[in-house]
């Protein structure tokens, strides 16, 4: 009888990450004007349908739209800041 171990393909070594410094800053790019964005529509579309339940148009529309945009540009910069 053989005593030997059945011999396994090795498995490939894993590669290294690149320098996620660039990639980083890359996703921050890419992520900022979607976080803008969706503050503003969240907000408008919040207020538009308070506006529809009462009949209050388009004053809550335009108020939660604005502080959507406040809170989108408020989050941009602390992420900004937070990356930087």
Same mark, same amino acid.
């Given at each position: 009888m053989d005593t030997e171990e059945p011999t396994t393909p090795s498995s490939p070594? %894993?590669?290294?990450? %690149?320098?996620? &410094? =660039?990639?980083s800053q890359? =996703?921050?790019? !890419?992520? !900022? %004007?979607?976080? !803008?964005? =969706? =503050?503003v529509v969240v907000g408008g579309l919040? &207020?538009?349908l308070l506006d +529809?339940?009462?009949?209050?148009?388009p004053f809550l529309t335009l108020i939660l739209g604005g502080v959507g945009f406040y809170a989108g540009v408020r989050d941009? !910069? +602390?992420r900004v800041t937070r990356s930087g």
């Open positions: 070594t %894993p590669r290294k990450r %690149p320098d996620s &410094g =660039a990639s890359y =996703a921050t790019a !890419l992520e !900022l %004007p979607i976080v !803008l964005v =969706a =503050a919040f &207020g538009y +529809r339940w009462l009949h209050t148009k941009v !910069l +602390r």
